[in-house]
């Protein structure tokens, strides 16, 4: 079950098996203190993760789009030092107490993991019976389309991040940027510049290198944009049988 959350979760238990034979400190925190964390619904004390990592290795915006891409429901938990966050999931998209106030996805545990460094630790419990449990309490739907992009925006300020997206980048076929006929861009919330940068793109037939160069946007801008894009496979890069991640098969997409 879930394959690449076990990889995930396999390469941090290795990792903390090297760190034991070193002698290091293997306490992280992620298991037996996890009731303590601040949550809609509460963790089990002593459970251990269906998955675990660190945020150098996998980085928010992975996080939130693997989770997306399972359609998950379960909380994640991050530890950096005497700090805790907890983010609940329905169906693969972040929760959050009450309604939305404010136009920024990115707010409360959310807002506050995006600031946390590399070498912070996750833990992922997956838990069915999630909506269940939050009972009567009011929670409103982060659209995790638009989560995505928005801390992809954020990790970009981090150089080891910036350096992945570029080498990631460099990878994309020399072809003009096209999106996939599923495509949910609305959903995503883009700025001004990033759908000026797109609209070009797509009206003009440009590849990634010449959109760059084109200057419709600042690099800032459009390097995580179609970053956020291809990972989340609503850029069509011809990969077969590709669909876009939170687009169920089954929906009709403008």
């Not at 690449?4 to 002698?23: F, S, V």
């Not at 089990?44 to 998950?72: C, I, K, M, S």
């Not at 995580?224 to 890069?237: E, N, Q, S």
């Amino acid at each position: 079950m879930l394959a690449a959350l076990r990889q995930l979760r396999e390469r941090e238990e290795q990792h903390l098996a090297t760190a034991a034979q070193a002698g290091e400190d293997t306490d992280d925190g992620l298991v037996d203190r996890a009731s303590g964390a601040r949550s809609i619904a509460s963790i089990p004390a002593q459970r251990a993760p269906d998955a675990r990592g660190n945020l150098r290795e996998t980085p928010l915006p992975h996080l939130l789009t693997h989770v997306l891409a399972r359609g998950l429901d379960g909380r994640l938990l991050v530890v950096h030092g005497e700090s805790r966050e907890t983010i609940d999931f329905i169906q693969g998209a972040p929760v959050r107490r009450g309604a939305r106030v404010t136009d920024d996805p990115i707010t409360g545990a959310l807002a506050r993991v995006a600031t946390f460094p590399a070498q912070a630790r996750w833990a992922f419990f997956i838990d069915d019976e999630l909506r269940g449990a939050l009972g009567d309490v009011p929670w409103t739907r982060v659209e995790p389309l638009e989560a995505i992009l928005t801390t992809t925006r954020r990790a970009c300020r981090d150089p080891r991040f910036l350096a992945r997206v570029r080498a990631t980048l460099e990878k994309l076929p020399t072809r003009p940027l096209r999106l996939h006929p599923q495509a949910a861009i609305g959903r995503f919330a883009l700025a001004p510049l990033e759908r000026a940068a797109l609209e070009a793109a797509l009206d003009f037939g440009l590849t990634f290198p010449e959109l760059l160069s084109a200057a419709t946007a600042p690099e800032e801008v459009v390097e995580p944009l179609i970053y956020a894009l291809g990972t989340t496979k609503h850029l069509d890069v011809g990969v077969a049988g590709a669909y876009p991640i939170g687009v169920p098969q089954r929906e009709e997409v403008d």
